[in-house]
Every structure is written in structure tokens, then in C-alpha cells.
């Protein structure tokens, strides 16, 4: 019943106009990587589960000459059908798609996507086209351009939904959104940041403010710090020479983790419409003073212990004497009631011991007095994998003694919802934007706050060249001075070592 209220409510406050029957999805880039890999298989889920307009048509446009049956192998090459049902429904979603050849720069393909637009769209009165922007960063001007161009709907309308990045720094965030203005409203944009669309993330809003007692200690007085942590087991697996452009910070931390920090810390919104949303987490961003170069550690991992991983320099692709971090921990402020003095710990990196994703607030100490050294409470959040929200207290351990424990209060999704498929980040935010709902994409003006926190910063390590990122092995924490770093801002790692998830092994308690 509380889902249904809550889907009422967000539908009737959002103002948003969903795409209607026989509508057009154009990916643009479809050849590419991230469309077999990502777009196309969230696009089949939806297809799957009903949630594509009627008779839609999906057309993919790329430079790559290719026939139908080599462009529908490339885009099902990533599309898992477990059963024959979905076989069968795999076959009726590729008989939907369609493919056109052209250059991103020259009006002659997009004159030819036009026409085979409105050869599917038939004799209709208003022609609703998605445009969605799979494409490497230096085209999404000229494509963009292109498309208003030549492949704007006379009548009826159209949606462009762009993949990051959004520039490197703030003056060329602000030079893509110049070229964009001018063309395509801010209502017709949907700059996609695919960690907005992940289960957890979408949940921390009702986490927040759907639970009373959540909201009561969600502030200075009682949070001790945040930590938003990202982790691959992985390094650059010979692209090294892209991700080298970019570094960990403006790939991950300063989009990914930066938009969970505004759903963590923003105030409650007076509706679920996307500008209400999008104003708080516009509120935090402004709050929050640019990186102090004090508070950062930078590292690049090194061969593994074992000499079996190579280490980021050993990659062919990556410029020799690289200064290119693949490791940072960053402690950033919120000046503002809520949050004044919390430190807010972002860490992300490659080639660490595990893979995951996830918040984890941790409270302050309980008063002294009747306990010593007792542990503190810890608010979990997994964002990936194995979604879950666990709760670390204190109690009694069973027997005749007054000793304690660590346990937990636990909601691991695939126990408590085990019937329940959880939907990928691609499928969630696709269907946003057919819905025409910007609740979970990135405006103008929260791309731009964002970027004066980072871009000072980034400046700093782009020109001071005698800072060199700390060596870390391939395989571990990350730099060996980590936890030092993270102690000096109150965080009390030393109680993770008594806890035990999931279970507690009891032995001799009596």
C-alpha cells in the first residue's frame, strides 16, 4: 500500500510528461561499448517487463557501416535471456530495432536518420523523439547541434539524454553547457549520472525521510563522520591511457560519490518533483567550501605483493612518469546547521582488496560513565554489491556475564526481497527520462556548484608537478598511511576489527 502512495504522490507532483505511443529512442553511438553493454540491455528490460511506450521504435545511428543482422548481433551480444521466454521476447525487441550509418559532423546522416525516422513514425500529427547520447565527450557538441538541426520534430517534441563527462574543470563544463543552451532547453536535457539510478541511492530519500527516528539523530550532534566509499578489485586492464585523461577523482568522486553526498545530506524536500529534489542537493553543494589540499590523500597502485598484478605504470597505455591518481581520499565540509564540523570522507579507488560501494555514518561515542571503550553504532548503506542496510549495535552477549557484542540490525535485499528483481541503474533512469521525470538526473546549476568545489583543486594537482601520488600495492587497503589519515578526523576504524557480519560466533560466554 505505502508503494503505491508514494508512486501517486511522486506522479502527480513531478508535472512530468511521460513519452507516448509511437515514440522514437535513437541511441546515438550504437556500436559502441557502452551502448551493447549498457543502453541496449537496459532498453530490453524494459521491453520485457512493459515499460517501453506502445510501438516504439528504437533506431541506432553510428559512423560503423554495418548491415541489420551484423547491428542486431553487436547489440544482443550483452542481453541475457535465461529462458525461452525471454528468447522469444528478445526476438520481438530486435524486430522493433532498426539502424542507420552516418558521420557525427556532417549533416548528410542525420538528414538520412530523419527520413527513416518518419518512414517508422508514419503519418502522425506530433512526432516525440528520445535522443540518447552514447558518445565519447568531443562529439557531444557537434551531435547535439546536428540533431536539433536536422532531426528536430516539427510538431510534438524531443529529449536528448547526454552520458558524462560534463567537461574536466569548470570553465569546460561551462563551455559544453554554452554550446547546449542555445539549442536544447534545460527541460529537454537529461545529463545521465547512472549512480542516481541505483537502487540504493533512489532509496536514501525514503530512508531519510520516511523514518522518523532516522531523522532525529541525522546531524552534528550525534554523526561523527560520513564515509562514501568506492572500491574495484581491478586496475585499468590496458585502459590506461583513457581513464589517464581523467584520474579517479573526476571519474568517480566528483560525480558518483558527490551525488550520494547530497542525497545523504540534503534537507528534506517539500514535494517529490524534480526541481524541489534538485534545489536542496543544489543547497548542499553551495554550503560546501572548495577541497583544502590539506585534506586529501592521493595515491597509484604498484605491482601486487606477489608480483602478479602489474602495477599502473606497467600498463602500455598509460604516458610514462604518469602522476595520474587511481586512489584519493578526500574530506570535504558542509557549512551549514545540519553538518558544520562533520567530515564527510570520500574515498575511491582501483585495484583494492574488494569490490564495493557504500555509506557508512558513523555516530558518536555513548557518554562515559557505566561503559568503557564500548564500540560505536554504525549506519551501513551497500550500495553494490548485494544491496543491504545494516544498522551495527551494542548488546548483551547471551549468558551469565554482562559482556557486550556487536550485532546488527540487517535488511539484506535478496533475503527480505527475495521475489523482487532489482532493476539496473540504466533500466531505472531510461525509464526517467521517458517519463519525463529529472528527479535523478544532474541540472545546470548543480553540475556547475559542483565543479567550483573540485576544479581549484584539480587545478593545484595539474600544476604543482612535485606532488607524486603514494605507491600502494595492487590488492590492498590502498596507501599505507590510510588509516592515520582517516583517524586524524575522528574515525574509529580499530572497532571494525570486534565486528562480525553477519553472524556472531559465541564461544564460552558463560
Not at 44 to 65: D, M
Not at 282 to 305: H, T
Amino acid at each position: 500500500m505505502a508503494d503505491t502512495i508514494i508512486s501517486a504522490a511522486k506522479a502527480s507532483e513531478t508535472g512530468a510528461v511521460p513519452l507516448p505511443p509511437n515514440s522514437i529512442i535513437v541511441v546515438l553511438g550504437a556500436s559502441g561499448d557502452l551502448a551493447k553493454k549498457k543502453t541496449y540491455p537496459a532498453l530490453f528490460g524494459l521491453y520485457r517487463y512493459g515499460f517501453l511506450p506502445t510501438n516504439v521504435k528504437i533506431v541506432g545511428y553510428a559512423r560503423t557501416k554495418m548491415d541489420d543482422a551484423d547491428y542486431k548481433k553487436r547489440i544482443s551480444s550483452y542481453i541475457k535471456t535465461p529462458t525461452d521466454t525471454t528468447e522469444t521476447q528478445l526476438k520481438e525487441f530486435l524486430a522493433m530495432t532498426s539502424y542507420v550509418s552516418g558521420q557525427y559532423d556532417q549533416d548528410e546522416g542525420f538528414l538520412s536518420l530523419t527520413k527513416h525516422m518518419e518512414e517508422l513514425e508514419g503519418d502522425v500529427e506530433e512526432r516525440h523523439r528520445l535522443f540518447y547520447m552514447a558518445l565519447p565527450p568531443n562529439v557531444f557538441i557537434p551531435v547535439a547541434q546536428h540533431l536539433k538541426k536536422n532531426c528536430y520534430p516539427k510538431s510534438g517534441g524531443a529529449r536528448i539524454i547526454i552520458e558524462k563527462p560534463f567537461g574536466h574543470d569548470l570553465a569546460s563544463s561551462r563551455e559544453l553547457q554554452a554550446a547546449l543552451q542555445p539549442i536544447w532547453t534545460e527541460d529537454e536535457i537529461f545529463r545521465i549520472d547512472h549512480y542516481l539510478g541505483k537502487e540504493m541511492v533512489k532509496n536514501i530519500l525514503i530512508l531519510r525521510f520516511g523514518n522518523e527516528f532516522f531523522g532525529a539523530a541525522w546531524n552534528k550532534n550525534h554523526v561523527s563522520s560520513i564515509q562514501i566509499t568506492f572500491k574495484e578489485p581491478f586496475g585499468t586492464e590496458g585502459r590506461g591511457g583513457y581513464f589517464d585523461q581523467f584520474g579517479i577523482i573526476r571519474d568517480v568522486m566528483q560525480n558518483h560519490l558527490l551525488q550520494v553526498l547530497t542525497m545523504i545530506a540534503m534537507e528534506r524536500p517539500v514535494s517529490f518533483s524534480a526541481e524541489d529534489i534538485r534545489d536542496e542537493k543544489v543547497r548542499v553543494l553551495r554550503a560546501m567550501p572548495i577541497i583544502d589540499p590539506k585534506n586529501v590523500v592521493i595515491g597509484q597502485y604498484d605491482k601486487s605483493l606477489d608480483g602478479t598484478k602489474p602495477g599502473y605504470q606497467d600498463d602500455d597505455t598509460v604516458p610514462k612518469g604518469s602522476r595520474c591518481p587511481t586512489f584519493a581520499a578526500i574530506v570535504m565540509y558542509i557549512k551549514n546547521d545540519r553538518w558544520d564540523g562533520v567530515p564527510f570522507i570520500l574515498k575511491a579507488g582501483k585495484a583494492l582488496d574488494a569490490a564495493k560501494v557504500e555509506v557508512r555514518v558513523q555516530f558518536k561515542d555513548v557518554t562515559s560513565g557505566i561503559f568503557k571503550d564500548i564500540p560505536r553504532n554504525e549506519l551501513v548503506l551497500r550500495i553494490q554489491p548485494d544491496e543491504s542496510v545494516y544498522l551495527k549495535m551494542n548488546t548483551k552477549l547471551p549468558g551469565l556475564t554482562m559482556k557486550t557484542s556487536v550485532t546488527e540490525l540487517d535488511l539484506t535485499y535478496k533475503r527480505r526481497f527475495s521475489e523482487l528483481k532489482i532493476p539496473e541503474a540504466y533500466e531505472a533512469l531510461i525509464l526517467d527520462a521517458i517519463n519525463g521525470d529529472h528527479s535523478n538526473f544532474v541540472r545546470d546549476d548543480e553540475l556547475d556548484a559542483s565543479w567550483k568545489i573540485f576544479t581549484p583543486f584539480l587545478h593545484y594537482l595539474d600544476e604543482n608537478t612535485d606532488i607524486v601520488p603514494a605507491r600502494y600495492p595492487y590488492g590492498s587497503r590502498g596507501p599505507a598511511f590510510l588509516d592515520d589519515f582517516l583517524a586524524s578526523y575522528g574515525y574509529a576504524r580499530e572497532q571494525e576489527g570486534m565486528y562480525q557480519w553477519p553472524t556472531t560466533k559465541v564461544n564460552g560466554n558463560l
